[in-house]
């Protein structure tokens, strides 16, 4: 198993029982999804009000907060399609010389979403200055690909970035199914992450 996160610092399986026992306990913040196969900490939505029907807002667990070991493998890559890698290629040959935003709508048309606050980064007070948040403009694709959603943010003034996501797909059948095993084919385990 790799390293559930990028800033892990191991991939040994928990193994004191404490997020099963308490995903068990009602009174619990711990709740298990089992089409993810995950653990979450489960709090009230700070927006559940008339405009927010959920009422629930969850934070995924990556790791035992009682002895640090990796919470099990999440199936939350099989909700998006994998991205070949030569539709990788096709697309960012697409993409070359797309460097604006007025490229993308002369090169690509209209997205499919234009969002001017679709990227919010937060930065925290560094040497006394006040933290800032800064947004920028996203431009999304949906009808370039079968499989990707092609993501064009907008820094202002140093150019757009591109990014290729798999689309969503959802979990199907038996992969629904609490503690079954998805099936993948020997092509989709060979290909690298996108």
Do not use: W
């Not at 930065?123 to 403009?137: W, Y």
């Amino acid at each position: 198993m790799a390293k559930p996160t990028f800033v892990s610092v191991t991939e040994q399986l928990c193994a004191c029982q404490y997020l099963a026992d308490a995903a068990a306990d009602p009174q619990s913040p711990i709740v298990f999804d089992p089409k993810l196969n995950g653990y979450n900490f489960e709090y009230p939505d700070p927006c559940s009000d008339e405009r927010c029907a959920a009422g629930k807002a969850s934070l995924r667990i990556y790791h035992c907060p009682f002895c640090g070991g990796a919470a099990p493998k999440s199936k939350r890559d099989l909700l998006f399609a994998v991205i070949s890698p030569e539709e990788q290629r096709r697309l960012n040959q697409l993409l070359t010389g797309i460097n604006s935003v007025e490229d993308a709508y002369r090169v690509l048309g209209t997205p499919d979403h234009d969002d001017p606050h679709g990227l919010t980064v937060k930065q925290p007070e560094r040497e006394g200055t006040a933290p800032t948040r800064k947004t920028d403009r996203s431009l999304t694709y949906s009808q370039l690909s079968e499989t990707a959603e092609v993501i064009l943010t907008d820094y202002c003034p140093d150019g757009v970035h591109v990014a290729l996501q798999g689309k969503y797909v959802g979990l199907s059948g038996a992969e629904a199914e609490p503690g079954a095993v998805p099936e993948r084919t020997a092509s989709e385990e060979s290909e690298p992450n996108s």
